[in-house]
């Protein structure tokens, strides 16, 4: 199939449509001031083929994409032990919300929503002090994604700093969640990885690429016999997407799209064919359920061209 001439014929489909509807995130001015006119898309394979098109090498906030590196970063490190905490179920609510936090007495629903997010750095952290506190759970995930990509990334330190200036319903779930004994650390150093991994800048083709593992069983996307999670993990990864990983548009995601995809507000999703390759796509304007508008209709064009769906 020729992925290049599918990617452009997409972006030259949905450019009359940049910035006719949606909101870009607004809850920070370093979001707030991002062009909505703006739609990238990239795909690698698992023979590492690669396509692009659009603004695909624009670096963006990857926000809540990064809950599937923490997440991996975890299995790897915690195995089945982690599971203890955190949830697999599907909230049916919005990203931050904290209405079953109380409910389920502190224990989120799945790793894909904030209050699950802060629990698997609360993990990160952790195992950093097992270490004897070498380095740094935030160093460990830029680690990762930098070998992933094969290139450094890098937190935007501005984005980090407004996360924490006005991250209250993030600091209330991570009080919320230490006040039923579910955190181990310190609120704040739970919080200053959670809002770092947010702050990580990258574009359509460093993601495509970094999440590649994710389309082929687990295997490292270019460094040959190179395993990030094995097979068991990988699908559990990507079953989670599917159920959780667009919050609540996470059933209508999966009748319109078909495929396991984890939405970030800076307009970003990555999306993953098992078997054949992974999708990064990025639009800042979003739906009220915080997904990109124009990157889940980029999804849509997407399977629809190519027929390609885990149905
Ligand atoms: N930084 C945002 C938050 O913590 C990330 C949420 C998201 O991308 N859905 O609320």
Request: hydrophobic share 45%; proline share 4%; glycine share 10%.
């Amino acid at each position: 199939m020729n992925y290049q001439a599918v990617l452009e014929d997409i972006v030259t489909t949905l450019r009359p449509f940049l910035g006719a509807d949606g909101k870009v995130a607004s809850y920070i001015p370093a979001l707030a001031c991002i062009d909505p006119k703006q739609l990238g898309i990239a795909l690698h394979t698992c023979n590492g083929e690669e396509a692009a098109a659009g603004d695909s090498a624009t670096p963006f906030s990857i926000q809540s994409l990064s809950k599937v590196f923490t997440l991996t970063l975890a299995m790897q490190r915690l195995g089945d032990a982690l599971w203890e905490r955190i949830g697999r179920e599907p909230s049916g609510s919005a990203f931050n919300s904290l209405v079953q936090l109380e409910n389920e007495q502190g224990k989120p629903r799945n790793p894909f929503i904030n209050a699950g997010a802060i629990a698997v750095a609360d993990r990160l952290v952790s195992h950093v002090q097992g270490k004897g506190n070498r380095g740094s759970a935030k160093a460990d995930i830029l680690a990762l994604v930098s070998s992933l990509c094969g290139e450094p990334i890098e937190f935007d330190a501005e984005v980090a700093a407004s996360e924490a200036a006005t991250g209250y319903r993030n600091i209330a779930l991570a009080n919320f969640m230490k006040s039923f004994g579910k955190l181990d650390n310190d609120v704040e150093a739970v919080l200053d990885t959670y809002f770092h991994q947010c702050a990580i800048r990258m574009n359509c083709q460093q993601l495509a690429r970094a999440a590649g593992f994710l389309c082929c069983d687990g295997a490292h996307p270019f460094e040959q016999d190179s395993e990030v999670t094995n097979e068991r993990q990988t699908r559990r990864i990507n079953a989670l997407m599917l159920t959780c990983g667009t919050y609540d548009a996470a059933g209508d995601v999966a009748f319109n799209i078909g495929l396991p995809c984890k939405s970030g507000v800076g307009g970003g999703i990555v999306a993953v064919v098992p078997d054949r390759l992974t999708l990064a796509v990025w639009s800042p304007a979003l739906d009220a359920t915080g997904n990109s508008l124009l990157g889940m209709k980029a999804l849509e064009l997407f399977v629809a061209k190519t027929g390609l769906s885990v149905f």
